[in-house]
Structure formats: structure tokens, C-alpha cells
T-cell receptor, first 113, second 112 residues
Framework: GEDVEQSLFLSVREGDSSVINCTYTDSSSTYLYWYKQEPGAGLQLLTYIFSNMDMKQDQRLTVLLNKKDKHLSLRIADTQTGDSAIYFCAERTVKAAGNKLTFGGGTRVLVKP | KAGVTQTPRYLIKTRGQQVTLSCSPISGHRSVSWYQQTPGQGLQFLFEYFSETQRNKGNFPGRFSGRQFSNSRSEMNVSTLELGDSALYLC???????????FGSGTRLTVV
């Protein structure tokens, strides 16, 4: 079955890089996603990567995918206080029954000035 | 373009009542999915609709149901509410299988 794991908490200083890690189990995953959730808000799509890619860069965000180890990471360069939030990784599985996202438990990122 | 719109934003209901939540996807998006978010269980998949058909269903009791209309708008219904149904219910839409899911702001349901 599908299972996604993330570390619970990350503290980082403003201006430093943040790296959030995620592992997943379903080898049939097609896309892997990173979402950001601020207090009282829904999920904001940050970026996603197709499962046959190793890396994707989008401004301050870099996603690395190690398909062999089923490991996904999100690097945020020059972390700002506005980056403080909960970050969720998710895998998308496409099966005969349809699609769904399976989310990790979320990593709370605290950016200290 | 307008995002995914969920109504209402907040809802308070009593145990045993039923509730209907609404989701309007981004124009042109034909797939709508629903997720439940709670502090204890995290984000869990409820169901997925595509072209008015339920295409996938999560592991929730039959009290949770949904539907999609011809204009792709979707509703989910929870009957005989329990305290444990208190959660943030999120709707997401996507145009096809190659795109990211865009989420709405959610409906926060409190059952008392």
C-alpha cells in the first residue's frame, strides 16, 4: 500500500537553506508533490516532479528525487520568515480505480530571524 | 483565473445532523477530489470524481458520500454526524492526469 513519511519539525535561521525530507513506499507513484499550509489556510501547491525525473528547480525551490531509495527532498534557498509553515509531501498513485494523493504527516518549519 | 471555491468556510453542527459541503473547481478542471484533515489522522483521501462519476473512494464509512454535477461542481454529504467528523474538509481540482492538484481553502466543520 501507499505510505509517506516525513520528519515532524525543522528549525532554520533566516537566510539559510532548508531541506525537508520525505520517503514513500509506492513504486507505482507517478507524480510527487510538495504543498505548503499556513495556519487556517488550505494547501498551496509549491511544486511537483514526475517520477522519471531526478531534479526540478523552480526559483528558490529545488526538488530532488531518488527513485531507487524512494526518497524525495525539498530545498528552500534563502529561507525567509514567510516560509514558516507546515510542508506536506504527497505521492499520486494512478490505478484502475482512479487517482488519489497520499500525504505525509507534514513537517513544521520554523524560520528564526 | 479564479481558484477552487469551497463553501461554507465554517460550519457548526450537532451530533446526528447531516451536512452538505460544496466545491467549485477551477474552470475547465473536470476532476474533483475531497480530503479530510484532522490533527490525529492527518490528510486522508475521501473520494475522486471525474465527469460526474465517482472514480475512486477512500476508506470512510457510508455516511460520507458525494456527487459531481455536469458543470464539474461537487458536493459532499456527511449524514448522522459524529464528534470525530470535526475536521477541515479540503477539495482539490485538476484538469487531467498530468497536472498538479489545486486545493481550496477548505470548510472547517465542527460537530458539537
Amino acid at each position: 500500500g501507499e505510505d509517506v513519511e516525513q520528519s515532524l519539525f525543522l528549525s532554520v535561521r533566516e537566510g539559510d537553506s532548508s531541506v525537508i525530507n520525505c520517503t514513500y513506499t509506492d513504486s507505482s507513484s507517478t507524480y510527487l508533490y510538495w504543498y505548503k499550509q499556513e495556519p487556517g489556510a488550505g494547501l498551496q501547491l509549491l511544486t511537483y516532479i514526475f517520477s522519471n525525473m531526478d531534479m526540478k528547480q523552480d526559483q528558490r525551490l529545488t526538488v530532488l528525487l531518488n527513485k531507487k531509495d524512494k526518497h524525495l527532498s525539498l530545498r528552500i534557498a534563502d529561507t525567509q520568515t514567510g516560509d514558516s509553515a507546515i510542508y506536506f509531501c504527497a505521492e499520486r498513485t494512478v490505478k484502475a480505480a482512479g487517482n488519489k494523493l497520499t500525504f505525509g504527516g507534514g513537517t513544521r518549519v520554523l524560520v528564526k530571524p | 483565473k479564479a481558484g477552487v471555491t469551497q463553501t461554507p468556510r465554517y460550519l457548526i453542527k450537532t451530533r446526528g445532523q447531516q451536512v452538505t459541503l460544496s466545491c467549485s473547481p477551477i474552470s475547465g478542471h473536470r476532476s474533483v477530489s475531497w480530503y479530510q484533515q484532522t490533527p490525529g489522522q492527518g490528510l486522508q483521501f475521501l473520494f475522486e470524481y471525474f465527469s460526474e462519476t465517482q472514480r475512486n473512494k477512500g476508506n470512510f464509512p457510508g455516511r460520507f458520500s458525494g456527487r459531481q454535477f455536469s458543470n464539474s461542481r461537487s458536493e459532499m454529504n456527511v449524514s448522522t454526524l459524529e464528534l470525530g467528523d470535526s475536521a477541515l474538509y479540503l477539495c482539490a481540482s485538476t484538469p487531467d492526469q498530468s497536472e498538479g492538484y489545486t486545493f481550496g481553502s477548505g470548510t472547517r466543520l465542527t460537530v458539537v
